[in-house]
Nanobody, 126 residues
Framework: QVQLVESGGGSVQAGGSLRLSCAASGDISSINHIGWFRQAPGKEREGVADIYTRGGATDYGEFVKGRFTISQDNAKSTVFLQMNSLKPEDTAMYYC???????????????????WGQGTQVTVSS
């Protein structure tokens, strides 16, 4: 089992920055990738960023467009999401998720994520 705890959410003005953290504990040696998803009210959950924890390969949702960066610490137990140039449309609940299998052709495939955190709220005001 793996436990995930997100932190770092909050309220910022448009153009501001936030850094989200996802702390993983438990059987983290079984994990091959950790991703960030977000869900706004009335919308479907969408993939934001994903990192292959063994090799460092990353992928981003198309809407990110260079504004966000996903990274991990050396122990590979914490994954960060640095979000810059935030827009009101980035307002959502942000979740991290971890999985044992990564599909490099579809890194956000929900079937590849085995564990989910509780989420952290990000609110961007105009």
């Amino acid at each position: 089992q793996v436990q995930l705890v997100e932190s770092g959410g909050g309220s910022v003005q448009a153009g501001g920055s936030l850094r989200l953290s996802c702390a993983a504990s438990g059987d983290i040696s079984s994990i091959n990738h950790i991703g960030w998803f977000r869900q706004a009210p009335g919308k479907e959950r969408e993939g934001v960023a994903d990192i292959y924890t063994r090799g460092g390969a990353t992928d981003y949702g198309e809407f990110v467009k260079g504004r966000f960066t996903i990274s991990q610490d050396n122990a590979k137990s914490t994954v960060f999401l640095q979000m810059n140039s935030l827009k009101p449309e980035d307002t959502a609940m942000y979740y991290c998720a971890a999985g044992r299998t990564r599909w490099f052709t579809d890194p956000f495939a929900r079937a590849t994520f085995d564990y989910w955190g509780q989420g952290t709220q990000v609110t961007v005001s105009s």
